[in-house]
């Protein structure tokens, strides 16, 4: 069974970084995708990063050049590496996974394992 475990999140100050992780107990698949996703209180969920088996990554506007996303697929584990952390960056952030298909889309519909998510909060 998958399971997708984040950890990571936490409390920073603006201008901040911090580093998420998702270690995946079925990350051997030689195809999948995987993606960040975050929800702030009030909004809905939305796409953050992604990336494929030959790693190719799709950003939001809202976070690129301050995120990124990357992979090791030795120890099974996904990261989203957050600097210049805003205030808007407060959110749950998810990650999740489909297996056998190669994406970068950040489409909700399209990711069939979620993990539970990990609160970061950025105080200005």
């Known amino acids: 069974q998958v399971q997708l475990v984040e950890s990571g999140g936490g409390s920073v100050q603006a201008g901040g970084s911090l580093r998420l992780s998702c270690a995946a107990s079925?990350?051997?698949?030689?195809?999948?995708?995987m993606a960040w996703f975050r929800q702030a209180p009030g909004k809905e969920r939305e796409g953050v990063a992604s990336?494929?088996?030959?790693?190719?990554?799709t950003y939001a506007d809202s976070v690129k050049g301050r995120f990124t996303i990357s992979q090791d697929n030795a120890k099974n584990t996904l990261y989203l590496q957050m600097n210049s952390l805003k205030p808007e960056d407060t959110a749950i952030y998810y990650c999740a996974a489909h297996y056998g298909v190669r994406s970068t889309t950040l489409r909700q519909a399209f990711y069939n394992y979620w993990g539970q998510g990990t609160q970061v909060t950025v105080s200005s």
């Open positions: 079925r990350y051997g698949y030689s195809t999948y995708s």
């Open positions: 990336i494929d088996s030959i790693s190719r990554t």
